[in-house]
């Protein structure tokens, strides 16, 4: 037989190998089983509602469950997830494919580091088998990737690095940072009361127009849509979990200064502020009906105020962007000496 025509074999039978691994071996009923060549495979119609992740280097777990409203933390901490992070994790799962997939045998573990994994991932899903794990081990020694494996099954394979970093986001990195979770098309009004200063805005029918100070004529669709911008971009800075019961010496007690907005139905939400946070660039803050403090950027906030003074004046004066000084300043603050908080 010639040279060629032998490796030409060698080749036609590891190819065939492959494909037969990939494809599952025969069962005694003649039928072949197809092996999931994804990372996790669902059924259709079936989508993972609980995560249970286990970071090594962090010493973080956290419980993830799926509701109606969305993603949410059961612990370590009862809270809004981000949904589209969490969702990433899970489509970086199903849809990113197991590499260099090998047999798996009992006793190896160690070496893959599928003893101590550096992420610990539990996937609950509403149909069988039950609760699945995946064990995410060392990275390859040529780079190419980390070993993983699911508890139970009988081979590991590698996933790729931006698939191991997507599962490794951390409690606050996984946590709802948005102020204001209202839908914003159906919002009908907006106030912020903060530096002496009062500006509510109201959609009347099909337009907006200016109650806070009171200002006749319409508000520019556009000039509403930068306001709507500016609520939306209000992000938290900081979590300060533990301290709730102090609200007296954050200034959030007796404070008057607010930023809130609401729509239809009586739906609203008001985010009440405090003091400054010294060194931090930001304000003590607490959404009105929950106890846990927060830190919110302090920059942020008086851009909103800002923005609201600006688009007020300019209003007001035809576009020139002149104003008196007492534009927007709210009586009943200016009597008290205004907000000594912020």
């Known amino acids: 037989m010639r040279i060629s025509t032998t490796i030409f074999l060698i080749f036609l039978l590891s190819g065939l190998g492959t494909y037969y691994y990939l494809s599952g071996n025969s069962t005694g009923g003649g039928q ?25 280097i962090s010493q973080e777990t956290m419980f993830l469950k799926r509701k109606s409203t969305g993603w949410f933390f059961e612990s370590p901490i009862s809270y809004p997830a981000e949904d589209f992070l969490v969702e990433g994790m899970v489509r970086a799962l199903t849809l990113s494919r197991r590499e260099r997939r090998l047999p798996f045998q009992e006793g190896v573990g160690k070496e893959f580091g599928f003893d101590s994994p550096a992420v610990k991932i ?53 946590r709802q940072k948005k102020l204001f979770r209202l839908r914003w098309e159906e919002v009908t009004w907006m106030h912020v009361r903060l530096e002496k200063k009062q500006f509510r805005v109201e959609k009347v029918g099909e337009k907006w127009r200016w109650s806070i100070p009171p200002l006749k004529g319409e508000i520019p669709v556009e000039k509403v849509s930068d306001l709507i911008y500016s609520f939306q971009s209000l992000y938290i800075k900081e979590f300060l979990d533990g301290v709730e019961g102090a609200e007296k010496d954050f200034g959030l007690q007796a404070s008057r200064a607010f930023l809130a907005a609401g729509g239809r139905a009586g739906k609203m939400e008001k985010l009440v502020l405090g003091m400054r946070a010294k060194g931090k660039e930001a304000l003590y803050a607490r959404r009105e009906k929950e106890k846990l ?12 105020l800002e923005m609201l003074e600006v688009t007020f004046q300019e209003l ?24 000594k908080s912020v």
Do not use: C, M
């Open 293 to 304: 403090v927060l830190l919110v950027s302090e920059q942020n906030v008086k851009s909103l």
């Open 32 to 56: 072949t089983r197809l092996v999931p060549t994804y990372i996790l495979t669902l059924p259709e119609g079936e989508a993972v509602s609980a995560l249970r992740i286990h970071n090594q």
């Open 122 to 174: 539990e996937i609950v899903t509403g149909g069988k088998p039950g609760p699945r794990t995946l064990l995410v081990g060392e990275e390859s020694p040529a780079g190419a990737g980390f070993f993983a494996r699911w508890e139970g099954e009988d081979e590991y394979f590698l996933i790729p690095h931006q698939v191991k970093a997507s599962l490794e986001r951390s409690v606050y990195s996984l």
């Open 316 to 339: 007001q004066h035809g576009g020139e962007g002149k104003a008196s000084g007492d534009s927007g300043k709210d009586p009943a603050l200016v009597a008290s000496g205004g907000e």
